[in-house]
């Protein structure tokens, strides 16, 4: 019965998403039908109607709307896209299929009559598609290319077609469980774990698993391969929203690395039409410049491109409070940067034994 009620929960999920695309396209059809040009509302995606929300603690649009209408010959081309992408969107749904973004572009190119000059125009539409309905483009099917990973003592249950109800742990598998779309769209049935602990990069979260991190910590492993994609924020979410564990992100030290644990944080200015993604207490616990500082860490200068990014951080009101003001100011002090594995100078394991430990002690 546990089983039904998961499996008649994604199925609902699905009705869902492919009742929005079939009004989206009833709406079409029958503004032709009675002789109008047709026309799509939609909110603003411009800079200027993008704000920072304290209360909700991340950047939504705001209530400038636009009409994207055939009459108008700029929008001709746009809108025949979005109408196209939507008919897409419907056949993976109802046909219970995915679809990279790459493939969609491809699959575009495919029709006589439906042009992209590059891939950037066509992830632009597919996103003008999720403001539309309000709903992520996850939710049509849509991903983008597996890169991310997990590990830990999580039991999840599947629910893409073939493999309804099959259970694994991600213990599993010694490499971690790559987050796809079968990952994003499982059940999450039970965990030991008390704590989420999320890794920039992928040679230190093979270095977490090979010294059993997951156990020592008590935590379930996130590698985020750079920016966290979309559906890898949505798992870390899912995850502490339901069992209410702490995250805690460590990326290397630098500008880059920062703004990698914000968008965890707060999400980002691109995904404003979008919820779910943010982990608003998520901790960033590290490399702080501070850290460089403290642990005596090899380094590497900041280039102007650096410098030129603390600066953009340090107007973004997000970055006011500390840490992260305070790590930026640090960094800008010291000219300097340090990636994860400079803690290697100690050996491959103190950053298990004795830097993680005691990070996660102070927090």
Known sequence: MVMAKKISEAERQRDVVEKSLKQLGNLIYDQINEGEF??????????????????????????????????NIKHI????????????????VKLRKTSTLREVYYSARGQRDIEYNDQKESDNIITDLEVALNKAREEFGIFPEERSAIFGDLTIEYTVPGYEGRRTNL??????????????????????????????????????????????????LVHTAGQSPRSTRNIIH?????????????????????????VIVSGSANAAHLRGLTTPDAKWIGVWASDIINYKLPTENLTEFDKKRLTELQSDPRYKEDPWNREIETFIKLQ????????????????????????LNEN
Do not use: C
Not at 348 to 353: E, G, H
């Open 38 to 71: 047709p026309w799509i509302m939609m909110q603003s995606r411009s800079i200027d109607n993008i704000q920072y929300d304290d209360t909700v603690r991340q950047y939504i649009l705001g209530d400038r709307m636009i009409k994207r209408h055939s009459r």
């Open 77 to 92: 081309r746009p809108f025949t896209q979005l109408v196209w992408t939507a008919w897409f969107a419907r056949e993976l």
């Open 171 to 220: 213990t599993d598998h010694p490499d971690g469980v790559m987050v796809g779309p079968a990952v994003t769209s499982s059940e999450f049935i039970e965990t030991t774990a008390n704590k989420i602990l999320v890794i920039e990069k992928g040679a230190m979260f093979t270095r977490l698993v090979e010294e059993q991190a997951h156990k020592k910590f008590n935590a379930i």
């Open 238 to 262: 899912r995850l502490n929203k339901m069992w209410g564990m702490p995250v805690y992100i460590f990326t290397d030290g630098d500008p880059w690395g920062v703004h990698i644990a914000m």
């Open 336 to 359: 300097k940067k340090a990636e994860l594995e400079a803690f290697s100078l100690y050996g491959l394991t103190y950053i298990v034994d004795k830097y993680l430990p005691e990070k």
